[in-house]
């Protein structure tokens, strides 16, 4: 069964601290897999998003990484925010090899950052 | 222009109404979603069009149909909706083959009572 797990289900991290956030996934064959932030009551906006040749990508404070072998990302978050403060979601596409983009969600790891 | 936009932002509906909510892109994306999203939980897709034609059907109940009039405007009408149907209702676009460029709309915070 395609799943996507991630840990850890919250935490609370002091402003400045940097963080990681842990996701693996069953999903086979394998396409692409996303990283979206999502404040409370708002859509999901797309961190990062890496193919199974990508190893690491970055978007400002917020860098992903992924092993295709042992199926884990990480999202890692340097000099934390009070605008971090969010659910962060891990997205995996698989490959149907045909229009049928039904992405595979975690049940996402929700960040409080405390000043 | 690489914004999903969604309106309302915000609907009380009784359940007895008829309402739509809306969703338009300009990306050029020939692929529009509706999920429907409860607290604290991931997204859960409902319907999938591709090139204006609904591909998938998540076996969403009646009391939702989409409608898609062109490849901009996603609609999503909603008729005799039940209070467990309160949610937050995200429109997301995309191209069509890969789901490249998968973008999320801010969402339409529905309540029904």
């Known amino acids: ?115 | 222009d690489t914004e999903v936009t969604q309106t309302p932002k915000h609907l009380v509906m009784g359940m007895t109404n008829k309402k739509s909510l809306k969703c338009e892109q300009h990306m050029g994306h020939r692929a529009m979603y509706w999920y429907k999203q409860k607290a604290k939980k991931p997204p859960e897709l409902m319907f999938v069009y591709s090139y204006e034609k609904l591909s998938i059907n998540e076996s969403v109940p009646s009391r939702f149909s989409p409608e898609c009039p062109n490849s901009s405007l996603l609609n999503l009408h909603l008729h005799a909706l039940q209070p467990e149907d309160s949610a937050l209702y995200l429109c997301a676009s995309s191209h069509p083959l890969g789901g490249e460029g998968y973008t999320f709309g801010s969402g339409t915070r529905l309540t029904v009572v």
């Open chain 1, 1 to 115: 069964k395609n799943q996507v797990e991630q840990s850890p289900q919250s935490l609370i991290i002091l402003e400045g601290k940097n963080c990681t956030l842990q996701c693996n996934y069953t999903v086979s064959p394998f396409s692409n897999l996303r990283w979206y932030k999502q404040d409370t009551g708002r859509g999901p906006v797309s961190l990062t998003i890496m193919t199974f040749s990508e190893n690491t990508k970055s978007n400002g404070r917020y860098t992903a990484t992924l092993d295709a072998d042992t199926k884990q990302s990480s999202l890692h978050i340097t000099a934390s925010q009070l605008s971090d403060s969010a659910s962060y979601i891990c997205v995996v596409s698989p490959n149907y090899g045909g229009a049928t983009n039904k992405l595979i969600f975690g049940t996402g790891t929700l960040l409080a950052v405390q000043p």
